[in-house]
Protein backbone atom coordinates (compact mmCIF):
# COMPACT_ATOMS: atom_id res chain seq x y z
CA UNK A 1 0.00 0.00 0.00
CA UNK A 2 1.89 3.41 -1.16
CA UNK A 3 1.39 5.82 1.23
CA UNK A 4 1.90 9.78 0.60
CA UNK A 5 2.04 12.31 3.64
CA UNK A 6 2.00 15.46 3.62
CA UNK A 7 3.42 18.09 5.57
CA UNK A 8 4.16 22.15 5.70
CA UNK A 9 1.10 23.87 5.55
CA UNK A 10 0.06 26.74 7.26
CA UNK A 11 -0.98 29.99 7.73
CA UNK A 12 1.06 32.98 6.37
CA UNK A 13 0.57 36.69 5.06
CA UNK A 14 0.51 37.51 1.13
CA UNK A 15 3.95 37.63 -0.61
CA UNK A 16 5.41 34.85 2.42
CA UNK A 17 6.88 31.69 1.87
CA UNK A 18 5.70 28.23 2.46
CA UNK A 19 7.63 24.95 1.61
CA UNK A 20 5.13 21.53 1.08
CA UNK A 21 6.42 18.12 2.01
CA UNK A 22 5.59 14.73 0.73
CA UNK A 23 6.86 11.30 2.12
CA UNK A 24 6.82 8.47 0.48
CA UNK A 25 6.39 4.96 1.57
CA UNK A 26 8.84 3.75 -0.95
CA UNK A 27 10.87 5.60 -3.78
CA UNK A 28 9.87 8.14 -5.14
CA UNK A 29 11.99 6.82 -9.03
CA UNK A 30 9.25 4.05 -7.96
CA UNK A 31 6.41 6.35 -9.86
CA UNK A 32 5.87 7.25 -13.31
CA UNK A 33 4.79 11.15 -11.99
CA UNK A 34 4.59 13.05 -9.09
CA UNK A 35 3.13 16.50 -8.40
CA UNK A 36 0.88 18.44 -6.38
CA UNK A 37 -2.77 19.58 -6.71
CA UNK A 38 -4.51 21.55 -4.93
CA UNK A 39 -8.26 22.26 -4.32
CA UNK A 40 -9.86 25.66 -3.09
CA UNK A 41 -13.31 25.90 -1.37
CA UNK A 42 -15.84 25.90 -4.71
CA UNK A 43 -13.28 24.92 -7.23
CA UNK A 44 -12.15 22.33 -8.94
CA UNK A 45 -8.84 20.76 -8.18
CA UNK A 46 -6.52 21.93 -10.43
CA UNK A 47 -2.71 20.67 -11.09
CA UNK A 48 0.18 22.87 -9.86
CA UNK A 49 3.48 21.14 -10.84
CA UNK A 50 4.46 17.31 -11.77
CA UNK A 51 7.20 15.72 -12.90
CA UNK A 52 7.45 12.35 -15.44
CA UNK A 53 9.84 9.74 -14.68
CA UNK A 54 12.30 11.02 -17.16
CA UNK A 55 12.81 14.20 -14.87
CA UNK A 56 10.35 16.91 -17.01
CA UNK A 57 8.76 19.66 -14.65
CA UNK A 58 5.51 21.00 -15.53
CA UNK A 59 4.10 24.11 -13.66
CA UNK A 60 0.66 25.98 -13.73
CA UNK A 61 0.93 29.25 -15.45
CA UNK A 62 -0.50 30.59 -12.00
CA UNK A 63 2.59 29.71 -10.05
CA UNK A 64 5.54 30.03 -12.72
CA UNK A 65 8.43 31.63 -11.29
CA UNK A 66 6.97 31.44 -7.80
CA UNK A 67 6.95 27.63 -7.09
CA UNK A 68 9.75 25.51 -7.18
CA UNK A 69 9.51 22.00 -7.34
CA UNK A 70 11.94 19.70 -6.09
CA UNK A 71 12.57 15.76 -5.05
CA UNK A 72 14.97 13.73 -2.59
CA UNK A 73 14.97 10.53 -3.01
CA UNK A 74 17.00 9.20 -0.21
CA UNK A 75 15.05 10.94 1.46
CA UNK A 76 11.65 9.44 -0.43
CA UNK A 77 10.38 13.20 -0.71
CA UNK A 78 9.03 15.77 -3.07
CA UNK A 79 9.04 19.15 -1.73
CA UNK A 80 7.17 22.36 -3.01
CA UNK A 81 8.24 25.81 -2.33
CA UNK A 82 5.55 28.35 -2.20
CA UNK A 83 7.22 32.29 -2.59
CA UNK A 84 5.29 35.37 -3.24
CA UNK A 85 2.14 33.76 -2.19
CA UNK A 86 -1.12 35.19 -2.79
CA UNK A 87 -4.29 35.12 -0.87
CA UNK A 88 -5.89 32.86 -4.41
CA UNK A 89 -3.36 30.14 -3.45
CA UNK A 90 -5.05 29.52 -0.55
CA UNK A 91 -6.62 25.58 -0.94
CA UNK A 92 -5.87 21.75 0.20
CA UNK A 93 -2.74 20.89 -1.46
CA UNK A 94 -2.21 17.65 -2.28
CA UNK A 95 0.77 15.28 -3.37
CA UNK A 96 -0.37 12.47 -5.59
CA UNK A 97 1.66 9.99 -7.41
CA UNK A 98 1.12 7.61 -10.07
CA UNK A 99 2.11 4.06 -11.27
CA UNK A 100 1.00 1.35 -13.78
CA UNK A 101 -2.69 3.31 -14.11
CA UNK A 102 -2.84 3.76 -10.23
CA UNK A 103 -3.01 7.15 -8.72
CA UNK A 104 -2.13 7.11 -4.84
CA UNK A 105 -2.89 10.95 -3.08
CA UNK A 106 -2.05 12.08 0.05
CA UNK A 107 -4.16 13.73 3.04
CA UNK A 108 -3.65 17.03 1.86
CA UNK A 109 -2.47 19.86 3.90
CA UNK A 110 -4.13 23.20 3.93
CA UNK A 111 -2.40 26.76 2.73
CA UNK A 112 -4.33 29.90 3.66
CA UNK A 113 -2.81 32.83 2.43
CA UNK A 114 -4.14 36.18 4.42
CA UNK A 115 -4.41 39.35 2.98
Known amino acids: QVQLVESGGGLVQAGGSLRLSCRAS????????MGWYRQAPGNQRELVAR???????DYADSVKGRFTFSRDNAKKSVYLQMSSLKPEDTAVYSC?????????WGQGTQVTVSS
Open 26 to 33: ESIFSFST
Open 96 to 104: VATRGGLIF
Open 51 to 57: VSGTGNF
